[in-house]
Nanobody, 120 residues
Framework: VQLVESGGGLVQPGGSLRLSCAASGFKYSTFSSYTMSWFRHTPGKERELVAA????????NYADSVKGRFTISRDNAKNTVYLQMNSLKPEDTAVYYC???????????WGQGTQVTVSS
C-alpha cells in the first residue's frame, strides 16, 4: 500500500489548509478496511496522533490540541482521507503524516509526509 500526502504549505495564523492522502496498491484488501490516521512530528518531539477515523467511517478520535479546529474525513470511492485544518496556530507547524492500519491484521503503512508551516 502506498500513501501520498498533499496540501501542505505556508499559511498565516488563523488560516486554513486541507491535507489529502491518496492510497493505492491494494492487492488483497480495500481502502475501506483500513483505519486512517493523521500524525504530526516536529523536531525534538515525539510523533503525535492528530486524528483518526475508523474503517467504517464512523468513529473519530482527535488530539485535545486540535479538537474543534481539525476534521478528518474519508472518501472510500476515491481511496482518499482528508484533514481539514482551520484556525491554524503556529504550534500546528509540523510535518504531517498519513497512516493506514489494516483492521484485521494491524499492519500499518505510512506516507512520506507533508510540511505545514503556520507563520506570519
Amino acid at each position: 500500500v502506498q500513501l501520498v500526502e498533499s496540501g501542505g504549505g505556508l499559511v498565516q495564523p488563523g488560516g486554513s489548509l486541507r491535507l489529502s492522502c491518496a492510497a493505492s496498491g491494494f492487492k488483497y484488501s480495500t481502502f475501506s478496511s483500513y483505519t486512517m490516521s493523521w500524525f504530526r512530528h516536529t523536531p525534538g518531539k515525539e510523533r503525535e496522533l492528530v486524528a483518526a477515523l475508523a474503517s467504517a467511517g464512523g468513529s473519530t478520535n482527535y488530539a485535545d490540541s486540535v479538537k474543534g479546529r481539525f476534521t478528518i474525513s474519508r472518501d472510500n470511492a476515491k481511496n482518499t482521507v482528508y484533514l481539514q485544518m482551520n484556525s491554524l496556530k503556529p504550534e500546528d507547524t509540523a510535518v504531517y503524516y498519513c497512516k493506514a492500519r489494516r483492521v484485521s491484521t494491524g499492519l500499518g503503512f505510512w506516507g512520506q509526509g507533508t510540511q505545514v508551516t503556520v507563520s506570519s
